[in-house]
């Protein structure tokens, strides 16, 4: 099984973490240096067809740390790593400016994936708004970069089936949600990182020991919400 991580900030204030999603750079290392050791860390792009168990890191929202403190750790490690950045975030503060991101996406360990245009909640959304965000956080993103963008990565992990296909019609390879959705090429299942992870937890979701289980309570429970059923004869379906 694949582990596809989520990372947001690697930033620490007075050392410590001021949100639930920052992880400071010295984790940071001690997160990789242990994927160096353990595990195979690949493009992203390579969880969509290889057989063998990989390690890909992403990126959330495009935070200019992700250029000052993270990169020079994926370089010092050799690791690849996708950002899904969010294209009406660029030039705001704390995020990546248009000169950063057009620089680090010539990175041959970057790759630029959209995190929607304004990082609203898809479910949420109509049709025409969910279709807007998805068509012009591309074209954005292309005109910053000048590379083709075909990654996406759902903002807070929502999608359903009807925004799984949407993606595809609106040019995208493959999109990665966070447990939600079908798990199929446009909600590819991703584990979230943050401040609370210590190396044994960290080490349980880069094994796929804690996707396991934390997958299939959350299809439990979405099974639960859409049936309104009892527990007894769904479990099994998951196991
Ligand atoms: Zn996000």
Not at 45 to 50: D, K, M, Q, V
Not at 116 to 133: C, D, K, P, Q, Y
């Amino acid at each position: 099984m694949h582990s596809v991580l989520v990372y947001h900030t690697i930033d620490e204030v007075k050392g410590q973490p001021v949100c639930p999603e920052m992880i400071s750079p010295e984790r940071f290392e001690q997160q990789l240096r242990w994927l160096s050791r353990r595990r195979r860390v690949m493009p992203l792009t390579e969880t969509l067809s290889s057989k063998r168990s990989l390690v890909a890191l992403t990126f959330d929202d495009g935070y200019r740390d992700n250029l000052t403190a993270a990169l020079p750790l994926l370089e010092k490690y050799s690791m690849p790593a996708t950002i899904f950045m969010v294209a009406g975030f660029v030039d705001r503060d704390g995020y990546l400016s248009a000169t950063e991101l057009r620089e680090i996406a010539k990175h041959p360990l970057i790759t630029i994936g959209s995190h929607g245009l304004w990082h609203r909640n898809f479910n949420e959304l109509a049709e025409t708004e969910a279709r807007l965000e998805l068509t012009e956080s591309r074209r954005t993103l292309e005109s910053i970069t000048g590379q083709k963008i075909t990654l996406m990565a759902w903002p807070y992990g929502e999608c359903n089936s009807h925004l799984e296909q949407l993606s595809g019609e609106c040019g995208y390879a493959a999109s990665w949600s966070v447990w939600k959705g079908s798990n199929g090429r446009h909600s590819r299942w991703r584990v979230p990182l943050g401040a609370r992870d210590n190396l044994v937890r960290f080490v349980a979701k880069a094994t796929g020991v804690y996707a396991l289980t934390e997958a299939k309570l959350h299809r439990y429970q979405e099974a639960r919400r859409h049936s309104g059923q009892q527990s007894a004869g769904i479990l099994p379906a998951f196991r």
